[in-house]
């Protein structure tokens, strides 16, 4: 009830706002920093794909965005069904309708609404400034991932044109995670511990038996033997063959870390090489991703969000929710 209460207070600005009361006023917060994250993950891969690169990298590069903005996207569904449980796509939708058609008609009533919702001191008198401060405050580390993600991609594309030997852009983004520690020693086969456990021996009474009782006795206890000694020896090969499995694919997971952490060193010796170029390409990449969200709307809406009005709510309901 209070999310559609929410929705119509925010989506008809005429109601007087100073008489109704929300029980959570951080829905509006939620909401707001929510559409605009959305915005910086649509910004940044735009931006990415005007990186000149080849088609291998192109590749590379689109599985990497890609991985990264589904990461980023599962942080936004997460906040709004903290927020919103069960209406969080419903709400998140409409609101980006109502948001989106008020900021391209400049609607200061729905701004002078909004604004209330947010708390905000002194309160944004334009779009532009509430944009300002939702991405400038609330979301200053997301632009900045965002402008440090760009930069490395942008680095490591250059570094491939000129050094053949640059690792791939996962390993290159990986350089600083820690590399698997090298395997224990395989574990070795015991010999004592496959062989079964042999009946006791038990010495006839010749007496007491006939000969043909005597005979049956005996080959049933070689049998009994001969089948023990079977199971012994194909236990002990078992056990070899596994240990031999074992040993052979820890070799491998052996090699797999050596090389791993020879292109993680390789990976952030060229990094340290490009330090430089990299923080001021960040700073580069951060000012522009800011400058693109924060813009006049129109430009926004049309490039980034898909749309403005219900268009636009449905393409950032389905992004993040489907």
């Given at each position: 009830?209070?999310?559609?209460?929410?929705?119509?207070?925010?989506?008809?600005?005429?109601?007087?706002?100073?008489t109704t009361q929300i029980n959570n006023n951080n829905n509006a917060n939620v909401l707001l920093s929510s559409y605009f994250h959305y915005n910086i993950i649509n910004e940044v891969k735009k931006s990415a794909s005007n990186i000149n690169s080849d088609i291998i990298n192109k590749e590379q590069i689109a599985n990497t965005l890609?991985?990264?903005?589904?990461?980023?996207k599962k942080i936004i569904k997460n906040n709004l069904q903290s927020q919103f449980a069960d209406d969080a796509k419903e709400t998140f939708s409409f609101f980006i309708k109502n948001y989106t058609a008020a900021e391209n008609e400049n609607d200061t009533k729905y701004l002078a609404t909004l604004t209330a919702q947010l708390d905000l001191s002194p309160a944004p008198k334009t779009f532009s400034e509430l944009r300002n401060i939702a991405i400038n405050q609330w979301l200053k580390d997301d632009i900045n991932n965002a402008g440090s993600l760009l930069s490395e991609i942008q680095t490591w594309n250059d570094l491939t044109q000129k050094n053949s030997s640059t690792p791939s852009l996962k390993s290159w983004l990986d350089r600083d995670k820690t590399v698997t520690s090298a395997p224990q020693e395989p574990p070795k086969p015991s010999l004592a511990s496959a062989e079964p456990d042999l009946p006791e021996f038990v010495e006839l009474d010749e007496e007491e038996k006939s000969a043909m009782d005597i005979y049956d006795s005996l080959q049933s206890k070689r049998r009994e033997k001969a089948l023990a000694e079977s199971q012994k020896f194909m236990k002990q090969i078992a056990e070899e063959r596994k240990s031999a499995e074992e040993e052979y694919a820890q070799k491998k997971s052996a090699q797999a870390d050596k090389e791993a952490a020879a292109v993680k060193a390789h990976a952030q010796k060229l990094a340290a090489a490009e330090s430089e170029i990299m923080e001021q390409r960040k700073h580069t990449w951060t000012a522009r991703v800011s400058k693109l969200i924060t813009s006049v709307a129109g430009g926004t809406f049309s490039a980034v969000t898909g749309g403005v009005g219900s268009a636009a709510g449905a393409a950032a309901a389905q992004a993040i929710f489907d």
């Open positions: 009830m209070k999310n559609l209460l929410l929705s119509l207070l925010l989506a008809i600005p005429s109601l007087c706002f100073a890609n991985h990264w903005s589904k990461e980023q």
